[in-house]
């Protein structure tokens, strides 16, 4: 263990690095503020980063990620930390916060890494791919995935058998067993909060099968089939290598349920399945592709014009609620609904279900702030202490809040209350110079 | 001296080889002249391989890269910043679009995608055997910006820029600041009105002393561009017109939205009595007591007594005759919010809502749910089936075919139609057609990019704000708002800027000036000047944007585009027509 943490000043940090807190970051970076950027998880980017093309343009989601994330990671004004926990942030008084973090090791050096891949080929062990959300398998030694920043490799030491065959082969030398974690203290003038969203777990509602039948996903393992970046080469069921030709997909999975303990909705469910929808129909132009609903919330600029583009592409829209689903020997999977159009109970088949997981909050924003108190809504979301005028105000005078972390959100509702958060943070900050 | 230039072949994951074979391009351009260097790669933007093209460049010591991926609009900034982090000046990155142009264009003939893709190389390479060294134009960047509109959207960029020690000028061509707030009754997702919202604005405003207010004021002319901006601003008084002139670096366009005016018998609309919009609506609530705090329960409209009130949805939105094919967004709230609004005024009042899928998207559904609870009834109709609107004996009639009851019609005598309007682009159409700002399908002015870019517009050094960009609700609006105004801060504030040194010049020796330049300028740029020799064409070096225009009509050939001159591109067609 270090002794002493490593003490460093910033004017601002930002916590979480996906798109909203990517954004925030390069907004006040531009501007000539000193930002430190502190990512969870081995790679910034986000839930973006993972994404296969985004709606209504179909633009390539990493094609527009990750020009985004090269320009923070190479920003003189910016520093990253990625694999980072915050573990407290006290206010002293206005402009001036003390943040510890610690930094967890990945038992490989980081500025020494050539992403050469030799040691993810040595290694025997095999787990899932937590960054193909468990669609294929990857080692114990491993790069997060192809377009991840850094793109340097990591140990997974729950997983590892300490067996040195990747400190064997690696060119540079750059295993080290022996890496502790690092703390560090950070004396910041202003903190924004990017923390993001989870995925709402199907896992909880047994009917839908998640997690028993095989080919039941969920919208984000769909992402992961459609992406540039696939684990294979073209849309197939992972249980069997069939290439699905009846797909389905049941909206609202875990939104607008009270007794999911979701009552809300989750504001993209709707568009990304009708992006996917579009793009199945591109990789399997023969498919038929039904979108099971309550009511389609095509809401944003140009959002009804795509819907319409679906539907036209011939996207079966059913207005229904799924009951069961249930596995048939086949693997196929039968859908109990009910027919709203009809009001009666009806049974389809399909040879795979896509869940379209909503959106539910990240809650361990509020526990790191330990001077003053980050209030949450009702809904366990960052609560906004002035929604309609400050939307990136928070419950502490000099924090505020980007992207998700106040509610649900589409990607360019992200960015915009990123825009929001730094120029208050810029505004909060100037108030000091006066 | 002998160019040495590297050549990267992208696959964009995919998006790019799986339809053109990157390897056969790079076999077909690896021995070209000048071509040290070729490669392949997954993703060329990634952050790993642009690691490794600053390498490239530093240890073979490249003169010139090019790059075949995606179209330049997207990572043009990105490889100049590759080129500029090793060393390498970023006008020798030469780009060839090989997806918009080659694979995406041509995914149904591989073969064809491919060699399309190899002639677009070799034209790149082509040019950037012939590119130079430039240095980017530096302007000076006046610190100030107008802000134009005096909606919550430009009320809050403006109390914003200031905060950022920006100069500030609020145009308003009303004589009060506000906009919509003055007409806005409940606000979700507090329960905070219109009015009190624009109280804390204008004490704001008024305490921001780096903020200029103009109101009854008409910007009528523009000159300049990025850094400075002249704008003519006409003020009405009481005296007459008065002009005054503004500089600015940057302009916030946030002139907002119309509410959609129905056409006489739309719905009813102006034909049968009782039948309302949304706005009206608003207006007809707004200072009634609410029942609990000791108003009289009732609510009357001409004087009678409303019991029922059928609201019908998607007014001017969605249309599947008329024009207006997008969803205006606020109105499914906007509309569920004033049926409990007026609930809470006269509790006994029967709400009906006809519409075609409610979208009270995120946590605006809680407020549906509330409504729900309430006991209102929601009938859905089809789209090809709007309700219809009729005087009855006792009220007016709506009818329907109601989707979740089989398509049964359904009717509702009520004492009060409500039409939820739509948000309709704003009519004065002049701030838009004085800067050229392009529209969108919707009409509303158009961002460069929904994702990249939301809040510039494609004229340099104007951003856009709230909903002239698109229905917005207020929390939007302001969050678009404060967008805006860090990206029109980030112009201004460190008052210089650099713009791109590729612009046109004139070759004083052959020019007799002859006028036909500087009237196919679409920027102004071109002015005649008087020297020994004669009168010459100049061009403006801050505002040519280097479009060409003025070029084809030159009758003696004198204008050239620097880095696109006559011999690059016939270099390039050259190689194009192999």
């Known amino acids: ?315 079966r829209f059913v207005k229904g609620k799924i009951g069961k689903i249930t596995e048939k020997e086949n693997g196929n999977l039968t859908l109990r609904y009910e027919d709203i159009a009809t009001g009666k109970l009806k049974e389809a088949e399909h040879d795979m279900v896509v869940l379209s997981v909503g959106v539910k909050p990240n809650k361990e924003a509020a526990g790191i702030f330990k001077s003053h108190k980050l209030e949450l809504d009702g809904l366990s979301f960052v609560k906004q202490s002035d929604p309609l005028l400050s939307p990136a105000k928070t419950s502490i005078e000099g924090v505020f809040v980007a992207g998700a972390a106040t509610g649900p959100k589409d990607i360019p509702d992200s960015i915009l209350s990123a825009g929001a958060a730094s120029t208050e943070a810029i505004s909060y900050l100037n108030q000091k110079s006066q | 001296m002998k160019k040495k230039l590297g050549v990267y072949i992208c696959a964009c994951g995919g998006n790019i080889s799986d339809y053109v074979d990157i390897e056969r391009v790079r076999e077909a351009v690896k021995d070209e002249d000048c071509i040290i260097m070729a490669k392949t790669t997954m993703f060329a933007c990634g952050d790993s391989n642009q690691k490794d093209m600053e390498a490239d460049i530093k240890e073979n010591n490249l003169s010139g890269i090019v790059v075949a991926s995606c179209s330049p609009k997207l990572h043009l900034t990105t490889f100049r910043g590759v080129s500029e982090r090793a060393g390498l000046n970023k006008y020798n990155y030469v780009h060839a679009n090989i997806r918009e142009q080659a694979s995406w264009a041509h995914s149904d003939n591989k073969p064809g995608a491919t060699e399309k893709a190899i002639h677009l190389v070799r034209a790149a390479i082509a040019k950037a055997r012939l590119a130079e060294s430039l240095e980017p134009i530096v302007i000076e960047s006046k610190r100030a910006v107008a802000v134009i509109g005096a909606g919550v959207a430009g009320l809050k960029a403006a109390i914003s820029l200031a905060r950022m020690n920006d100069d500030v000028y609020l145009i308003e061509r009303e004589g009060t600041i506000g906009g919509k707030l003055n007409v806005l009754e409940t606000i979700s997702p507090e329960n905070i009105s219109g009015k009190e919202l624009l109280g804390r604005l204008q004490r704001e405003v008024a305490s921001e002393e780096r903020i200029t207010l103009i109101t009854n004021a008409e910007v009528v002319a523009s000159r300049g561009n990025i850094g400075d901006f002249k704008l003519t601003v006409r003020i009405s008084g009481p005296q007459g017109n008065t002009e005054k002139e503004i500089h600015a670096g940057s302009v916030l366009v946030a002139t907002g939205f119309n509410s959609y005016a129905p056409a006489e018998g739309e719905f009813g609309f102006a034909t049968v009595p009782n039948v309302i919009t949304l706005p009206e609506f608003r207006k007809l609530m707004s200072g009634q007591k609410k029942a609990a705090e000791g108003g009289s329960g009732k609510l009357l409209y001409n004087g009678r007594e409303i019991n029922s009130i059928a609201y019908i949805y998607c007014v001017g939105s969605r249309q599947v005759k008329g024009d207006n094919k997008y969803c205006s967004r606020y109105c499914c709230t906007a509309a569920v919010q004033a049926s409990l609004d007026v609930r809470a005024i006269a509790p006994e009042i029967e709400n009906f809502h006809f519409h075609k899928g409610i979208r009270t998207y995120g946590k605006q559904e809680l407020i549906y749910k509330e409504s729900n609870a309430q006991g209102d009834v929601y009938i859905q109709f089809m789209d090809k089936k709007p309700p219809v609107v009729s005087a009855s004996e006792g009220g007016i009639s709506v009818k329907a075919q109601d989707v979740l009851t089989e398509k049964r019609e359904s009717e509702v005598i009520a004492d009060l139609v409500v039409l939820v309007t739509g948000m309709v682009p704003d009519s004065d159409t002049s701030i838009g057609n004085l800067f050229k700002l392009p529209r969108g399908r919707d009409n509303f002015y158009n961002e460069i990019h929904m994702k990249l870019r939301p809040v510039e517009t494609v004229i340099d050094g104007i951003t856009i704000a709230g909903t002239c960009q698109g229905p917005k609700n207020v929390m939007e609006s302001v969050n678009s708002s404060l967008s805006a105004a860090a990206k029109s801060h980030s112009f201004v504030s460190k008052g210089e800027l650099e713009l791109e040194p590729i612009i046109a010049y004139v070759n004083a020796d052959t020019c007799n000036w002859c006028d036909a330049c500087s009237n196919a300028c679409p920027y102004n740029a071109v002015a005649m000047v008087e020297t020994a020799g004669g009168q010459k064409a100049s061009i403006n070096k801050s505002t040519c944007k280097g479009c060409g225009m003025c070029l084809p009509v030159c009758p003696s050939d004198s204008i050239e585009l620097i880095s696109f001159t006559n011999r690059d591109v016939e270099d390039m067609i050259d190689v194009l027509a192999l």
């Open chain 1, 1 to 315: 263990m270090q002794k002493e943490p490593t003490t460093l000043s910033y004017d601002a940090i930002v916590i979480g690095g996906g798109i909203a807190g990517g954004e925030a970051a390069l907004n006040l970076a531009n501007n000539g503020y000193k930002v430190v950027l502190v990512e969870s998880r081995l790679s910034v980017g986000g839930k973006m980063i993972m994404l296969s093309k985004v709606f209504p343009t179909l633009d390539c989601s990493a094609c527009i990620t990750t020009p985004k994330v090269s320009e923070i990671s190479r920003h003189p004004n910016i520093k990253i930390f990625t694999e980072s926990d915050i573990t407290s942030i006290d206010k002293l008084s206005e402009h001036s916060f003390v943040v510890k973090m610690t930094q967890r090791p990945r038992y490989v050096v980081a500025e020494d890494c050539t992403a050469c891949q030799l040691c993810e080929q040595a290694c025997p062990v095999i787990v899932k791919d937590q960054f193909q959300y468990g669609l294929v398998g990857r080692k114990a030694v491993y790069i997060p995935f192809s377009i991840a920043s850094p793109k340097v490799a990591a140990i997974d030491i729950d997983n590892c058998t300490l067996c040195g065959a990747c400190e064997k082969v690696c060119p540079p030398g750059c295993i080290d067993f022996t890496m502790k974690p690092k703390e560090y203290i950070f004396n910041v003038k202003t903190a924004i909060v990017a923390t993001g969203f989870r995925l709402y777990d199907p896992t909880n509602v047994p009917r839908y099968s998640y997690g028993t039948a095989k080919n039941v996903i969920t919208s984000i393992q769909m992402e992961r089939l459609l992406a540039p970046t696939r684990p294979f080469h073209t849309i197939l069921r992972s249980s069997d290598g069939k290439v699905p030709d009846k797909i389905a997909y049941v909206l609202c999975a875990g939104s607008r349920d009270d007794s999911l303990g979701n009552p809300i909705c989750s504001q993209i469910c709707c568009m990304y399945s009708i992006k996917q929808a579009q793009l199945l129909l591109g990789a399997l132009p023969m498919a038929d592709i039904t979108i099971y609903y309550i009511d389609i919330r095509a809401f944003g600029k140009g959002y009804d014009e795509f819907y319409e583009q679906a539907a036209s592409m011939g996207v």
